[in-house]
């Protein structure tokens, strides 16, 4: 080998190591550039704009939260939404920015809980927001750790690693306002207690600063076994929470008990 062909193969050599040097540093480049960047465009600056959300599971689990004009609400429990909770998910999906680009391979989308939920076996989550201008969808997968998680785009080949950690819920009650009444025992008066089964008994006090609640009518030859047994009937009302919803029947259920609290 002649010392021009020598020439050559080092020049061809350099090249080839300088055109690699140059594709490296352009994908570098490329995922520095990505690196911070909302996942969904716009939707940060749109978030007033929301008029509805939806959460969908593979397992046919889903919720709609509908903004109206008295707030947030769950479509299929008609009743009130927790509004901090939803405000939180949309400025968490507003806030949210890729940490770094993870798998394009559709076979490996399961390992990161990204896959299309279309399969019952899917284990993400499909979270669509609709403004009257445009929606966005976004399939939430597995958490990385207490701060980041795995997503994709709808429809898009590239998966995420984003932040922060979103939470959601496609169960219908867990979207629930779950406030329901709050009445200070102190604030009670006097209550009607008709139980389901056996006689139907008064709690009164007749002063705020009366400690205790006297009982009436009382069973012949029977006594209180303490002077504040009655004190925390007064008290069920406070702070009083629901787990779960569902439409009443058409006619009240004849064996339920009833209470009426008068302040």
């Given at each position: 080998m002649?010392?021009?062909?020598?020439?050559?193969?080092?020049?061809?050599?350099?090249?080839?190591?300088?055109?690699?040097?140059?594709?490296?540093?352009?994908?570098?480049?490329?995922?520095?550039?990505?690196?911070?960047?909302?996942?969904?465009?716009?939707?940060?600056?749109?978030?007033?704009?929301?008029?509805?959300?939806?959460?969908?599971?593979?397992?046919?689990?889903?919720?709609?939260l509908k903004k109206e004009a008295a707030g947030w609400s769950v479509g299929e429990r008609e009743w009130p939404a927790d509004a901090s909770k939803v405000r939180k998910l949309l400025l968490d999906l507003g806030a949210l920015n890729i940490v770094e680009e993870k798998t394009r391979l559709a076979a490996n989308f399961p390992q990161l809980g990204v896959e299309d939920v279309s399969s019952p076996q899917a284990s993400g989550t499909r979270v669509?927001?609709?403004?009257?201008?445009?929606?966005?969808?976004?399939?939430v997968g597995k958490s990385s750790s207490a701060k980041s998680g795995y997503v994709r785009v709808a429809g898009a080949a590239q998966s995420l690693?984003?932040?922060p950690l979103l939470t959601v819920d496609a169960d219908p009650k867990g979207w629930l306002d779950r406030s329901l009444i709050d009445l200070a025992p102190d604030r009670v008066r006097q209550v009607e207690e008709k139980p389901a089964t056996g006689p139907s008994f008064n709690l009164t006090r007749d002063k705020k600063e009366q400690t205790d609640f006297s009982v009436s009518p009382r069973p012949v030859g029977r006594e209180l076994s303490s002077a504040g047994v009655a004190n925390p009937i007064a008290s069920a009302l406070s702070s009083l929470t629901l787990d779960d919803v569902a439409r009443a029947g058409s006619s009240p259920d004849p064996k339920a008990a009833h209470a009426l609290y008068r302040t």
């Amino acid at each position: 080998m002649n010392a021009r062909r020598v020439g050559v193969l080092l020049v061809a050599g350099l090249a080839i190591i300088g055109f690699a040097m140059w594709i490296a540093s352009q994908r570098h480049l490329e995922r520095a550039a990505l690196t911070g960047d909302l996942v969904l465009a716009d939707l940060e600056r749109s978030v007033n704009a929301v008029t509805a959300i939806t959460l969908r599971k593979g397992d046919g689990t889903h919720v709609t939260l509908k903004k109206e004009a008295a707030g947030w609400s769950v479509g299929e429990r008609e009743w009130p939404a927790d509004a901090s909770k939803v405000r939180k998910l949309l400025l968490d999906l507003g806030a949210l920015n890729i940490v770094e680009e993870k798998t394009r391979l559709a076979a490996n989308f399961p390992q990161l809980g990204v896959e299309d939920v279309s399969s019952p076996q899917a284990s993400g989550t499909r979270v669509e927001i609709v403004s009257p201008a445009r929606t966005w969808a976004l399939i939430v997968g597995k958490s990385s750790s207490a701060k980041s998680g795995y997503v994709r785009v709808a429809g898009a080949a590239q998966s995420l690693l984003a932040a922060p950690l979103l939470t959601v819920d496609a169960d219908p009650k867990g979207w629930l306002d779950r406030s329901l009444i709050d009445l200070a025992p102190d604030r009670v008066r006097q209550v009607e207690e008709k139980p389901a089964t056996g006689p139907s008994f008064n709690l009164t006090r007749d002063k705020k600063e009366q400690t205790d609640f006297s009982v009436s009518p009382r069973p012949v030859g029977r006594e209180l076994s303490s002077a504040g047994v009655a004190n925390p009937i007064a008290s069920a009302l406070s702070s009083l929470t629901l787990d779960d919803v569902a439409r009443a029947g058409s006619s009240p259920d004849p064996k339920a008990a009833h209470a009426l609290y008068r302040t």
